[in-house]
C-alpha cells in the first residue's frame, strides 16, 4: 500500500509530467546537440526555443492526421523531417533583426533542428486516440521544459563565458572562456541530470520517512489506548 | 601529391580534429546506448553511406542550382533534408528487397541512421565551407571514421563503466555525458582553440 505523502508528491509529479519531470533534456537525454552547443548564447538559446516550438506543434499535429489515417513510422518521419525544415527556412526569414541575429550565432545548428529527437519523440508519442488539442498540449509542455533548460544553461554559460547577459555586458572582469567549448555543455549536462535525479530521490525518501513516522506514531496511540 | 595530401588532411580533421560527438556534439541519446559491435559498425556503415551519396547529390545540386542563384544556407538545408529523406526511403526499399533478413534485424537501427544529426550536420558543414567534390568525399568518408572510433570508445566506456560501482544518481546518461565530456576536453587540447559552427 503506498504512502499518503508519498501519493500525493506522485499526482503532483504527474501534473507536471514532460515540464518539471520526464524533461525531455535531462530524463530522456533528447536533443543532446542543441543542449551543448546552442547554449552559449541567451540570444541563441532562445532563437532554438522558438524554432523548436514552432516545429514540434506542427510536426505533432501532423503526425497525428497521419496517425490517424493509418500510415507508419516511416512516413510521419519523412513529413516531420520535410516539413520542419521548410518551417525553419521560412522562421530565417523572419524580418526580425532580433531573431535573425542569433539564429546566425547557432550555424549549423538552427537548421539542424529538423531532425532532432526531441521532434521526433513528440511525433511517435503522439496518440491519435486522444484529441488534438491533448497532444498539442503535451508536446508544448514538453517544449517549454527544454526551452527552460537552454535558456537557463545558456544565462549560466553566457553570464561565466562572456560576462554578458543577452548581449549585454554585466561583468567586464569575469571570462572563462572555457565554459563556452562543448565539453563544458556535456558535463553541465550530465551534472543537472545527476542533481534532478538527487532532488527527486530526496524528496520521495523524505515523504516516506514522514509517512512512516506518523504510521508508528498512529500505531503507538493505538496500542495506548 | 600535395592535393592527395590536402584530402588525406580533411578526412584526418573531419575524423579526429573536428569529431563529430566529441567536438560537434552531433550525436543522440539512442546513438549512446547501441548495443554491440555489430549494431555499432551497422549504424556506422549506414551513416557513412548515407552521408556519403546524400552529400554527393547535394554537392550536384548546389553547384547546379543553389549556389549561382544565391540561395540561403536555411533553404539549402530544406533541399539536403528532402534529399536525405529520398536516399533514406530508396535505401530502405532496396534494403528490404535484396536482404530482407538483414533488414528485419536492422530495421531500427537503418530508422535511426536516416534522419541523423550527424548526417545533415556533416552535409551542412562541407555547403558552408563550399568544399568542391573531393574535399567533401574525404570529409564525409572521415566523419564516419570518427564516428565509428566515438561509438566503439563510447561502447568500451559503457562496458567498463556498467563494472564499476557508480552512484546510482549518476548511473546511465548523466555518467556517459561527462565521459564524453572529459574526452571532448582531450579533443579541444588536440585542437587547441575553439572550431566554428
Known sequence: MQSSRLKRYRHLVGRFDGLLTRTP???????IPFAVMGTVDARAAFALSVGMMAISLLSTAVGWV???MGQGREVYMLVTAVLSSLTLAGLSRLPLGGFQMPVGM?????????VNTLTFFLVTRCDEQKSLPANLAQAARSVLSFAFFVMAVSLFRELLGKGSIFGVKVLSSLQISTVLMPFFGFILVGMLSAFCRQVNRSIRAWCLIKD???AMDAKTEEVKA | MAGFVKLLMIAFTAAMVENAIFSRALV???MLFLKNREEILTFSAVITLMTVI????CYAADSLLLYPRGVSIYIRSALYVLIMAAVHTAMIVAASRKVGEWYARAKNVLLMAGYNVAVLGTILLCSFNRYNLWERLFYFVGTGVGVTLALVLLDVANQNIAMSRVPRIFRGLPILLLYIGILSLAFYGLIGHPITF
Open chain 1, 212 to 214: 512512516r513516522e506518523e
Open chain 1, 25 to 31: 533534456v535531462i530524463t530522456y537525454g533528447l536533443a
Open chain 2, 28 to 30: 543522440t541519446r539512442k
Open chain 2, 54 to 57: 546524400s552529400g554527393v547529390i
Open chain 1, 106 to 114: 547557432l550555424g549549423i545548428y538552427f537548421p539542424l533542428l529538423a
Open chain 1, 66 to 68: 497521419l496517425k490517424r
